[in-house]
């Protein structure tokens, strides 16, 4: 295989993620499967998706979405919130339970990230961010990603 950096790079954040998750699985810190799991982060990085918007960028039909949702909100990790303009759609919002997990797992990033600037200079350090921004928003437009509520107040 050709050594390519961005591979690297997500294979280990994609390792340490899913090491976590198992971790807490077994530890019963985590009241999810990790099928739950793996859900919960995709409805979280969707924003405020339908069940039918989550169903489609998972690729499974809306009645087996209905269930995996119902399952996370009795659990207490999502909410449905009946939309203001039509009556009949539904929206999907994680809880504070959500984020109290998700900000666990969001530690690893912070600890790379204060890694970075510490080691590189600030020209470099703003570089690699824009860059970052790029591959987000040009070279991954069909991953429509909200990565959570500090976002909101930086845009």
Known sequence: MEDNPLHEVYSKF???YYRDVFR?????ELSLSTTEAYCIEVIGALGSPTINEFADFIGISPPNATYKVNSLIKKGYLNKVQSGTDKREFYLEVTDKYFKYWNINKKYMD???DRLEKSLT???FELFNRIMRRVSTEMMPEVPIHTGPEEDENE
């Not at 807490?24 to 019963?28: E, H, K, N, V």
């Open 14 to 16: 994609r390792v340490y």
């Open 24 to 28: 807490r699985i077994q530890s019963r």
């Open 111 to 113: 600890i790379v990230e």
């Open 122 to 124: 600030p020209e470099e």
